[in-house]
């Protein structure tokens, strides 16, 4: 009877080549305020790369969300739920770590030094006589790191200016719309429109006809 040939398992795809180095010095970079693509790139790895293994790691990340069980998934793919849950961890610390700082920035005074080396003359040799001086500038919180960090983070706090509403892909300024139609609604603004627009119209009668 001929032997039967083992079937051999077909591999699904290439190695993956996510190993703790390379997801230690992404998280590092991460944390140290650098964008993702930035990060994958210290790491040696490619921006398109970078992108699938996270897409891949949040579908496997959802689906335990949703009850699935860590038995159901291999190796790589609980790898790659474990990677994109630490890229998500390494970005929340760095957002948390940038609005720590700029919060100490607003409350808490900052020392400036300033070293400066002069010349005070000279010496017996005719050589200059050289100074240094060292001087400690105490300036004051910057609240404006507090006011740029609460415009961020409460709409109200916003510039009337950013507060927009979008019609149609088209961003008005809520504040100059609402400044407009108050203006037209007023007789005097109206009354001194007209009045504006008879006085050119009188010096310059056929200036309609040279603005098309």
């Known amino acids: 009877m001929p032997e039967t040939a083992t079937p051999q398992r077909r591999r699904t795809g290439a190695p993956l080549k996510l190993d703790d180095d390379i997801a230690n010095t992404i998280r590092d970079a991460l944390r140290s305020r650098n964008v993702l693509e930035a990060a994958g ?3 040696g790895v490619p921006r398109r790369t970078l992108y699938d293994w996270l897409r891949r ?39 948390a770590q940038s609005i720590a700082l700029i919060g ?37 919180p910057d609240w404006k ?17 950013r507060q927009v509403i979008v019609a149609e892909d088209v961003e008005v300024a809520e504040s100059e719309h609402e400044d407009a139609a108050a203006m037209m609604q007023d007789p005097a603004v109206l009354a001194a429109a007209e009045d504006l627009a008879a006085a050119v119209y009188e010096r310059e009668p056929d200036r309609h006809l040279r603005a098309v």
């Open 41 to 43: 790139a210290i790491a």
């Open 57 to 95: 790691g949040r579908t496997v990340l959802q689906a335990l969300e949703n009850g699935a069980k860590r038995s159901t998934f291999t190796r790589d793919e609980l790898r790659l739920a474990d990677f994109s849950h630490l890229v998500a961890r390494a970005l929340a610390e760095a957002e």
């Open 104 to 140: 100490r920035a607003g409350t808490n005074p900052s020392l400036e030094t300033r070293t400066v080396t002069r010349s005070v003359g000279l010496d017996a040799n005719g050589a200059p006589v050289m100074v240094t001086e060292t001087t400690r500038i105490e300036r004051a």
């Open 145 to 161: 790191a507090l006011a740029w960090v609460a415009e961020r983070r409460w709409e109200r706090w916003a510039p009337k200016q």
